[in-house]
DNA sequence: CCACTATACACAATCGATTGCCGTGGCCGC
DNA sequence: GCGGCCACGGCAATCGATTGTGTATAGTGG
C-alpha cells in the first residue's frame, strides 16, 4: 500500500540499502545520488516505517507518560513541556491517564511497555515501587515525575514539596493566623512532604495543630474543588474553625474559597487560604488564590532533559546512578492570603521561581 | 536483552511458532501448552514486541492526537475521551500540542505518519485542508475534531456551533440585553458558526449589531483570558458599551469577568456574560459563568468510537463515506448572566446535553 | 603502466514477531 | 487392519527497514 524504500530504489534503479543510507546521510552515499533519492522521495510521498525501523534499531522512539489525571493542569502542563522539548528530538510522548487507579496504571504500564518505550515517565498512584520495580529492571530508563517512593531508587524530576508546605506556612503565619488548618491531598509524596513542611513550620513558630485540623480530603471521583468544599464544611462545623488554611493544591483551595464565600465567610480576613501550583486559573477564581508556584511546565522539560541525557549517553557509560532534580517554587501572593502586610505584593512573585 | 518468544520457546523445547499461537489463543494450541506457555511468560516476564507484530499485521495500535492546546481544558477533556474509549481496546494515543501554529502542526503531522498510525484525530490550526489532503489519500482514516474544513469531505466529530452561538445569543435577548457583543476566538470553523449563530439569531429578533461590537481577540502567544481583558476594555471605551457580551469561549469569558470586576461593572446587572464550553473551573471564578456545554469528553469517546467503527470494519467495507457526529450542547445559567427572571436556574442545566 | 587506495554502492543477515500451509500421531469406523 | 479425519504443532516466507562486510569503479603515485 505505501510508498516504501523498495520502491524508490527500483524506480532509481539503485539498491534499497542505498536509499536507506542517503536518507540518513551516511557518508557512503554521494551528495548526487542523495539529491536524487530526496527528489523521488517528495515525489513518491515516501514516509519511513518506524516500526521497521525500531525492529532493528531498538529505539522506538516512543516515550510514555503516566498521569493520574490529565485534566490537572498541573500534569497537562508537564505533559506539555515533555513533549515540546522531546519532540525536537524526534521522540513522541505516550500519554495515560489512571485516573488515580492503581489497578488501571499498572494495566497501562504493562501495555507501554510493548510498545518498547524509550524511557517511561511516571506520576505513579501507586502506594508503593513494587509495580514499578519490573520495568526498571527490564533497562528502560524510568523517571519518577513528582511523587517518589521511600526505598526506591530511580531518578525523580519534581518539586520541593517540604520546602512548598514551610513557604505556605511561614506565609500564613507571617499574616497573622494562628489557626491554621491543611487539607491533605492523595496519599502521595507530596502530600506527605507538604504536610512535614507545615507541622515542622507551625512547630517552629509554637503553633499547636489540633487532629481535627488535618483534613484527609476524600479519594473518590468527585472533581477536587469537591474535596475543598467538603473539607471547609467539617473545618466549619469545629468549635474553634481555622483562621488560616494551607491546601495540598489549588483546586481543592478553590473549593474551600467557593464555599467560604457560600458561607459568608470573609477571606482573607477571618479566614486565609493558600494553596499549591500556582494555576493559572488562581487569578480569575472568586477570590484571587495565592500559591506557591510548581513549575508544571519547567518539570516536565527537566524530565525531558534527563531522559536525553540518558538515552544520548555512550553506550558504556549507562551505570552513572540515579539522577534527581527538585526544583524549588516562590510564593506568590493574591487576594485570598492578602491582609495588607507587608508581604503582601499582590499577584507577585517572591523568593526564587 | 529483552525476553521474546524464541526464548519462551526454547526453554519450553517448542517451536517459536506454538508460542505465538498459544498467546493469542489460536485454536491449534491444545490447552495444555497454552497453559505452559502463559506460566512461562509470567516466570520470564516476557512482554510482546509491538514493533515486531506491527511490521507483519500493518496495525501499529497507534492513534495521533493534534491538538491546538493541551492546557486547554477542552482539548484536554477530549484527549481523556478518547484515550479512555481507545485502550479498551489495546490503542494508544500519542499527543502533539500544536501551540495554534499551522506549520509546527504540519511538521508534527508528518512525523506521527511515520508511527503508522492506525488513525490520524486533528483538531487543526490550518486555515485550509491542503496539509491534511495527502493524509486521507495515503489510507490512514483521518479523523476532524472540533474544527472543520469546507470543501473537504472527512469524517467529523464536534458540537454544533452554530446552534450553540443561537442558545447563547437567546439567552442573552431573553434575559434582556439589547446590545449584544461578541469576541470572537481563532479563525476556525467554530469561531465563524458560533459567530454566525449569533449574528442570524440577532437579526431574527430585529437587534442591530453594530460592527465594533464584534471584537476580534488577538491570536498572540499570551493566554486566553488575557484577550477577554483586553477585548472588554475596548468594548467599554465605546460610546455605547454593550449590555451583554457572548464570548467564543469560556477561557476568554473568564477574562471578561476578571476585569469587569475590576472595572467594577456589574455583572450581570450592568453587562451579562455568558461563554462556551462549560468548564469545571466556571462556578469557581469571580461571577460564575454561564455557557453553552459543549460535552467536551463526549466528543473524544466518540471520535474514539468512530475510530473503532472504521478500523474493525471488515476488509471490503471501507468505502462507506465519510460520517459527521455533531453533538448538541445545552444551555448552563449561572449567576454571569442570572438576572433572577425566569430561565435562571442557577448552575441548572437547561435542554438536552 | 601497475599496484594501491578511496569512493560509491550492493549483498546478505538480522530485528521479533505473524500466517498460510504442511506434517505427524492417534483414534475412529468399516 | 487400512484409509482418513482431527487435533496439535512446526516450517518457511514475510513485514520494512539497518548494518557490517564485500566489490567494482575511479583516481593517484612511483
Redesign the pocket.
Known sequence: ?????????DDL????????????N?????????E?VAARVQELG?????????????RSMLVGFVVPDLMHPFFADVAKGLSAVLREKGYFVIISSSEEDPELECKEIEHMMAHRLDALVVASSQSSAEALAPIQQSGTPLILLDRYFDNFEAHFVGSDDYNAGKIATEHLIEIGCKRIAHIQGPDTSPGSRRLKGFLDTMRKHGLEVPPEYIIKAGSGDVEGDEHGIQALRTLQSLKRPPDGIFCFNDVIASGVILEAVAQGIDVPKTLAVIGCGNLHSNRLIRVPLSSVDQRSNEIGRRAAKLILDIVQAPEGTKPAGTKRVVLQGGLVVRASTDRGGISSRPGKKIGKG
Chains 1, 2 share one sequence.
Open positions: 500500500m505505501a510508498v516504501k524504500m523498495k520502491d524508490i530504489a534503479g539503485i539498491s534499497l540499502v542505498t536509499v536507506s543510507k542517503a536518507l540518513r551516511h557518508p557512503d552515499i554521494s551528495l548526487k545520488t542523495r536524487r515516501y514516509r519511513p516505517n518506524l516500526a521497521a525501523r525500531s525492529l532493528v534499531t531498538g
